[in-house]
């Protein structure tokens, strides 16, 4: 990873085995339009939401770059024209 601590590497440096913070989570998943600052990740993980799946080491929740993006892309319904389309 480049750049100072908690800076994102460039997509070009990118991989799916890369852990996450909180903070670095909340930041990537701005990209997906999906807007979660990081105590919200931490209360839906507390809570058994259906936030994004992390991991803990040593008791310290890490989020898996590729489990964030498969989790974002989930979230994105189809293209509708209305409403009343299903999803």
Same mark, same amino acid.
């Given at each position: 990873?480049?750049?100072?601590?908690?800076?994102?590497?460039?997509?070009?440096?990118?991989?799916?085995?890369?852990?996450?913070?909180?903070?670095?989570?909340?930041?990537?998943?701005?990209?997906?339009?999906?807007?979660?600052?990081?105590?919200?990740?931490?209360?839906?993980?507390?809570?058994?939401?259906?936030?994004?799946?992390?991991?803990?080491?040593?008791?310290?929740?890490?989020?898996?770059?590729?489990?964030?993006?498969?989790?974002?892309?989930?979230?994105?319904?189809?293209? =509708? =024209?209305?409403?009343?389309?299903?999803?």
């Amino acid at each position: 990873m480049t750049g100072g601590p908690g800076e994102l590497p460039h997509p070009a440096e990118e991989r799916d085995e890369d852990l996450l913070t909180r903070a670095q989570a909340s930041e990537y998943l701005a990209r997906f339009h999906i807007g979660l600052k990081p105590a919200t990740l931490a209360r839906l993980w507390s809570v058994g939401g259906d936030g994004p799946p992390c991991r803990h080491i040593r008791g310290k929740p890490w989020y898996p770059r590729g489990e964030l993006r498969a989790w974002a892309l989930s979230q994105q319904t189809r293209l =509708r =024209r209305s409403r009343r389309e299903t999803r």
